[in-house]
């Protein structure tokens, strides 16, 4: 089990006009398809701690306030294979509470049925970080795991 949870399990993502989002209890992905043959020096990246934009070639991709705060510090963009650009936020909530429904405050939001399955995915996540001996990546979760699942913190070992 030494490949990462999303790797083994995969992700859920949220389809966009420009590409797609997703993420893990730590952070948030976000992947935008550019033009083949795309060159850093066209990307221009804002990221602070709730707000992100991207333009490419000076056209605006997206632009506004994150779902909820980041370390602005820890974020960054890489362009991949000069036709996609992967931004990596971190999210200073890191729990499977915090599950964004959307990327931006007003914008990107996943419909429910991606919602649930996300929360789904971080609650097995969390389940997974709390019993590193078991694997959770292919288990299937139902009932109480919204807002991360039930809290197991207060009970006697």
């Known amino acids: 089990m030494s490949a990462p949870f999303e790797e083994r399990s995969g992700v859920v993502p949220c389809g966009t006009p420009w590409g797609q989002w997703y993420q893990t209890l730590e952070e948030?992905?976000?992947?935008?398809?550019?033009?083949?043959?795309?060159r850093a020096q066209d990307i221009q990246c804002g990221l602070q701690s709730r707000?992100?934009?991207?333009?490419?070639?000076?056209?605006?991709?997206?632009?506004?306030k994150l779902f909820d705060s980041t370390i602005a510090d820890e974020g960054t963009w890489t362009l991949e294979d000069r036709k996609m650009v992967r931004i990596?936020?971190?999210?200073?909530?890191r729990d499977a509470a915090n599950c964004w429904t959307s990327l931006l405050e007003s914008e990107y939001a996943a419909d429910p049925w991606v919602q649930d399955q996300m929360q789904r995915k971080l609650t097995l996540e969390r389940f997974q970080k709390e019993n590193p001996g078991f694997d959770f990546s292919g288990a299937e979760i139902s009932g109480n795991y919204t807002k991360g699942g039930p809290d197991f913190s207060n009970l006697e070992k």
């Open 28 to 38: 948030v992905f976000i992947e935008v398809q550019v033009p083949p043959g795309t």
């Open 51 to 64: 707000h992100v934009a991207l333009a490419v070639g000076g056209r605006e991709i997206f632009k506004g």
């Open 88 to 93: 990596v936020l971190t999210k200073t909530k």
